[in-house]
């Protein structure tokens, strides 16, 4: 079986490893700016046809890797592979490949959104019509529009035409920078949906995130951190790498309610997540006096319960394996 | 429960033009509550913060924030409310020291105030190695954290955050909520606007705006269970339609 056969099947194949083609393979990649190391031996492979996300704040390095697997930045040290070539010595052909939507909208605010269309597909020799279903689901969308300057769209527009911009000489890599940063939660739930349907077509898609969120509309993620991968796997695995019991505690006021558990000594880590606090105990084991010492706290209406963890439970307890002391 | 009110808001319209951004807004925002703002892109949050926070007049209502008329007072406003964007906040090429003097003349305190809360609050965020530091070499999660305080410096009666912790890795993200738990708990109101309904999860009280009305308001656990929803993220996408739409509940 290969990765390019039977279309219909794509789902199926992504639990198939060893049939799988890599996409990118990428060993030890060093970036240095001054003295800081944004980028620290970054080593990662993605599969063809797959959707592979960075998930990980502001700074952590995910624009730079972005830049580099590119081809628009060199590496101080490592190698990065895309379909099967080398990115230095084949940066040529593989612009040709790659489609690369930056975080900041950089298209032309002064050409109309045909225009710019129609500009990106002839620097890339090819024409709108030549891969228009390529496009179609998403450039139907602003079409109405196509008169208008690409300055004078809404967020949500801008957002649709750069996305039909990287991919209009159908790229098999398309490599996305926070595309939803800025965007309303329905808008990108329509983004992650028109993301799933370019697979049918084939194309590799590269995307980052500082939204823990948006992790699992993933097939893999990688987790990055300060220019290090914490862990890279689908999401589903990484929430099941959670190593203790997790339970949820809520009460009417949650800061008194985090100030006591602080206190309270078989309390290993307290961490507010929305309405309530997840909590892990010291002994992985549930401390049965919890309830009567936070009550002699004066905390009332106090509800517990075992719950399972999440990206970010993931993150925040890899995070402090890391670093031994988690806080910057 | 009832609690203060330090916003008011009756019969809110702001025009632009034949396009109304703001469509008769009614509702009451009450002390130490940390509230959040939702809506859509272009749903009128941004006008109507402006008009709350003094820096737009309304075309017909008003807003009582902490006393003063939105509508006849918004100087005296701006006066007694902190504000703090995600970024921009600070000025990068003055230290931490220098920042903070800069905000607390704005906000007309003494000198001799600004000098014990500047110590106050090194100690407080254990900056006090960071005092003369550019704001440029700071961390972007220190710089997060040292934006809220000097927002909220002058001991205003609300403070606005606009998306406070977007971007921020989980550990500060947390240490940031703590920050807002612990100025709720002293009696100032938070007023936070934000796309990312797991932000939204942290408010006692949330609101969700669409085509400059407000369509929903309550606790995120009584919207999830009147929406029947695991999340807030869900209540969200749950009241809108496929066009993007929301339709009051």
């Not at chain 1, 490893?17 to 990649?29: D, F, Q, T, Y």
């Not at chain 2, 396009?19 to 941004?46: C, M, S």
Request: glycine share 8%; charged share 25%; hydrophobic share 40%.
């Amino acid at each position: 079986m290969t990765a390019t056969s039977n279309r219909g099947c794509r789902e199926k194949q992504y639990s198939d490893r060893n049939a799988m083609l890599k996409a990118i393979e990428s060993s030890g990649i060093t970036k240095t700016f001054g003295n800081n190391k944004v980028l620290n031996d970054i080593s990662f492979s993605v599969n063809e046809a797959e959707i592979f996300g960075f998930i990980g704040p502001d700074g952590a390095g995910k624009t730079t890797l972005f830049r580099i697997i590119t081809t628009l930045l060199l590496p101080d040290e490592g190698k990065i592979t895309i379909f099967g070539t080398d990115s230095l010595k084949g940066f040529r052909e593989l612009r040709r490949k790659i489609g690369y939507m930056p975080g900041r909208f950089s298209l032309y605010q002064d050409l109309t959104v045909e225009e710019n269309l129609n500009f990106y597909a002839t620097v890339f020799g090819t024409t709108i019509s030549e891969n228009y279903d390529l496009i179609s689901d998403i450039y139907s969308h602003i079409e109405p529009f196509r008169k208008r300057l690409a300055g004078q769209l809404s967020g949500g527009m801008k957002q649709k035409l750069a996305l039909s911009c990287a991919l209009i000489h159908k790229p098999g890599l398309l490599v996305l920078d926070e595309p939803t940063t800025g965007v309303d939660a329905v808008s990108r739930s329509e983004f992650w949906d028109m993301l799933k349907n370019l697979r049918k077509h084939n194309i590799t898609i590269l995307v980052s995130t500082p939204y823990m969120d948006e992790a699992m509309r993933c097939d893999r993620i990688a987790l990055i951190q300060n220019g290090s991968l914490l862990s890279v796997d689908s999401p589903q695995k990484i929430k099941e790498g959670f190593g203790k019991r997790l339970y949820r505690i809520m009460a009417p006021d949650k800061y008194r309610l985090l100030i006591s558990l602080r206190k309270c000594e078989s309390v290993a880590t307290a961490f507010p997540f929305g309405d309530s606090v997840h909590i892990t105990f010291r002994d992985d084991e549930y401390d049965k006096s919890l309830l009567n010492h936070l009550r002699s706290e004066g905390i009332e209406n106090i509800a517990i319960e075992e719950t399972a963890a999440g990206i970010e439970d993931r993150f925040l307890e890899l995070m402090e394996t890391k670093a031994g002391n988690a806080t910057e | 429960m009832k609690e203060d009110v330090v916003i008011s808001v009756r019969n809110l319209v702001k025009k632009f033009g034949n396009f109304t951004a703001v469509d008769n807004l009614d509702f009451e925002v009450y002390k130490g509550e940390i509230f959040g703002f939702l809506g859509a892109n272009g749903a009128g949050k941004t006008t109507a913060i402006r008009i709350l926070s003094g820096l737009s007049l309304p075309t017909s209502g008003d807003a009582i924030v902490s006393g003063f008329s939105a509508k006849n007072q918004p100087e005296k406003i701006k006066q007694v409310i902190g504000y703090m964007c995600q970024r921009f906040s600070l000025y990068e090429d003055l230290t931490v020291r220098e920042n903070i003097t800069l905000y607390g003349g704005i906000y007309k305190m003494s000198r001799k105030l600004i000098k014990e809360r500047t110590s106050e609050l090194l100690v407080r965020l254990n900056f006090e190695m960071y005092a003369d530091t550019l704001i440029s070499s700071l961390p972007l999660g220190l710089k997060q954290k040292l934006a809220f305080s000097v927002a909220v410096l002058h001991d205003p009666g609300i403070v606005f955050l606009d998306e406070p912790t977007g971007g921020v890795d989980p550990v500060t993200r947390r240490q940031f909520w703590e920050m807002i738990y612990e100025t709720s708990s002293r009696g100032i109101t938070v007023f936070v606007t934000t796309h990312y309904m797991d932000e939204a999860e942290y408010c006692d009280r949330i609101s969700i705006m669409n085509e400059g009305r407000i369509v929903a308001l309550d606790t995120p656990s009584e919207l999830r269970k009147k929406y029947d929803a695991s999340s807030v993220e869900e209540v969200f996408v749950k009241i809108a339609r496929p066009d993007g739409r929301i339709h009051t509940a």
